[in-house]
């Protein structure tokens, strides 16, 4: 089935590490997304990315890194410089950056510190 | 700023009644509207959405309507099911400066709560 795989389910990090979250899809899509998800809160964009090694700032993108070397993989790397890392994270992709399309979603990575 | 807000942050509803979830926003230069449905540990779902060309949109047992004039987004499900309980978003996408790359602003959320 075509979709949007995240990895891992469930993170931890420890004081001054980086960790790194994967997301791949196998939609075809051009556009992928990263948001940060917060308890009781809406989604809020970390970086987004239209195009192979092209992407952009989100919202909130203090303390947060991408790349995006292949199509189909956009990994998010939560940095030390990112004070309050702790939130659930989702990954996106929609079929064209331009609008009007639907943003489809993975099922998250949940970071926690220890 | 752009604000996408809901007016009901909780709804509880009986098995087989209608429920419709509303949805506020402030930019008048949004043109394409969303609602997302998301379970527990889950990502969102895309459920149905509309282009601001439309004032009425129906799926299975879904209708969003959109009212320009007020900025008001809802969502109804009809007949609705324990399945459904689950946190429901709107999410609206704006054209930034002509150039539209898809950002979507998400609303808080309201918990839809099915009783059987």
């Known amino acids: 089935d075509g979709g949007i795989t995240q990895s891992p389910k469930y993170l931890f990090r420890k004081e001054g590490q980086n960790v790194t979250l994967s997301c791949e899809q196998n939609l075809n899509h051009d556009a992928m997304y990263w948001y940060r998800q917060d308890p009781g809160q809406g989604l809020r964009l970390i970086y987004y990315s239209q195009i192979v090694n092209d992407f952009q700032k989100g919202d909130i993108a203090e303390g947060y890194s991408v790349s995006r070397e292949k199509k189909e993989s956009f990994p998010l790397t939560v940095t030390s410089a990112q004070k309050n890392p702790t939130a659930f994270y989702l990954c996106a992709s929609s079929r064209q950056p331009v609008g009007d399309q639907p943003q489809h979603f993975g099922d998250g990575t949940r970071l926690s510190i220890l | 700023g752009e604000s996408v807000g809901l007016h009901l942050p909780t709804l509880s509803v009986q098995e087989g009644d209608n429920s419709i979830i509303n949805c506020a926003y402030s930019?008048?230069?949004?043109?394409?509207f969303i609602w997302y449905k998301q379970e527990s540990g889950k990502g969102p779902q895309f459920i149905i959405d509309?282009?601001?060309?439309?004032d009425k949109r129906q799926g299975q047992r879904v209708t969003v309507l959109l009212n320009k004039t007020v900025k008001h987004l809802s969502l109804q499900i009809a007949a609705t099911q324990p399945g459904d309980s689950a946190v429901y978003f709107c999410?609206?996408?704006?054209?930034?400066?002509?150039?539209?790359?898809?950002?979507?602003?998400f609303g808080q959320g309201t918990i839809l709560t099915v009783h059987p």
């Open positions: 509309i282009r601001s060309n439309m």
């Open positions: 999410a609206l996408e704006g054209n930034a400066g002509g150039t539209s790359y898809g950002k979507l602003t």
């Open positions: 930019n008048s230069a949004s043109d394409y």
